[in-house]
């Protein structure tokens, strides 16, 4: 359905919102800071399809990916399939304030923002080892709270839900009923790409998750694999793919340790937003590292924060050529920005397909 490597060829982009057939463009709404937030329409069809990027400051990815897709959409012909069958609702930054937060390292980042010169392999710009310190002397992440994954308004009357959160709601609920929602995440450390998705969807997802995984194979990579047990709302369905997490499991994982003030900062994510609205929509979340770590990093310890973690922390204290030497002999590799938005846009092209399927097919 979707012409993935079209979408990531280098094209002409301005920042200023997109128009273009069967698009409208608008500002949604002001973050905390008075930046604006724009939302971009498109499509005539009957299935809706949301799409959110950059909840976490932190990571700039998913943005990036979405400004692609929205040039690519209003290029298209009003007849094209994928604006007849579907009608889109993507809000590319939820986050602009986040953004500029973290513009100490992001900024340096070619190959990320839509209109640069990009190859499409490795060498694209990903974040070079060299850039490894940057990044941990300069990324800010909010805290439980603050979370825009994690703040979306409980009811209509939760006016002290962050303003990003309140308009993305407000531009989301004319679409009523949502067949498709994805939350385009990152993180900074992985053995590579992992995919997020509803538990009640695994049966239809069967071939899918296969599929993905191939895609994963056939270009050099290893889905992240990990079990968390349940904690948080990740529950392991098979190689490579988890639940996505859960506001009411992050609440319950709080006040287990005692912590009911933090427990209580806790709103619904996106993806149970968008299932409060009705229907049975499959709701994704995309998680693509920014370093891949080596299989060896999985093999012992604690699988979330492996011990080679601590050892690139103490190369850092040590400076940036302590840190880049360390890297090269530990074998941790950036994931470059095409790679990670070929696999998101791959989850978002194989989700669309999943959801055409009759009710019962895999």
Not at 157 to 186: M, Q, T, V
Not at 290 to 297: E, G, H, I, K
Request: proline residues 7%.
């Amino acid at each position: 359905m979707l012409d993935i490597e079209s979408i990531l060829q280098p094209q002409s982009f301005q920042s200023a919102p997109a128009a273009g057939k069967d698009a409208s463009a608008r500002e949604i709404g002001r973050s905390r800071a008075g930046r604006p937030i724009f939302g971009y329409r498109f499509g005539s069809g009957s299935r809706q399809v949301s799409l959110i990027a950059g909840c976490h400051a932190d990571e700039p990815v998913g943005p990036a990916m979405l400004d692609r897709l929205i040039v690519y959409l209003a290029a298209l012909s009003l007849e094209s399939t994928l604006l007849s069958t579907f009608s889109w609702w993507i809000v590319p930054h939820t986050n602009p304030d986040g953004e500029a937060a973290n513009a100490a390292w992001t900024d340096q980042l070619s190959g990320l923002r839509v209109g640069e010169s990009e190859a499409t392999g490795a060498g694209d710009g990903g974040v070079e080892a060299a850039d490894l310190s940057t990044y941990w002397h300069h990324v800010v992440r909010e805290p439980p709270g603050e979370d825009m994954e994690f703040g979306f308004p409980r009811d209509v009357h939760d006016l002290d839900a962050r303003p990003e959160n309140r308009a993305i709601a407000d531009f989301l609920a004319p679409a009523g009923e949502i067949s498709l929602h994805g939350s385009f995440h990152g993180m900074g450390f992985a053995a590579g790409p992992w995919f997020l998705i509803e538990r009640s969807w695994v049966d239809r997802t069967t071939a899918m998750r296969s599929e993905l995984r191939r895609i994963v194979s056939e270009r050099g990579y290893r889905v992240h694999d990990i079990d968390r047990k349940g904690d948080k709302g990740f529950h392991r369905i098979d190689l490579g793919f988890t639940s996505r997490p859960d506001s009411r499991a992050m609440i319950q994982h709080f006040e287990e340790l005692g912590d009911s003030e933090t427990a209580a900062l806790f709103r619904p994510s996106s993806m149970e937003w968008v299932r409060g609205r009705g229907g049975d929509p499959l709701t994704l979340v995309s998680e693509m590292p920014l370093f891949v770590l080596p299989a060896v990093a999985y093999d012992t310890g604690d699988p979330i924060r492996p011990p080679m973690l601590g050892r690139l922390r103490e190369a850092f204290l040590d400076g940036p050529d302590a840190l880049r030497r360390l890297c090269a002999e530990l074998g941790v590799e950036a994931m470059p920005f095409h790679d990670q938005m070929f696999f998101q846009l791959s989850f978002l092209d194989q989700a669309l397909r999943a959801v055409l399927q009759p009710e019962g097919s895999s």
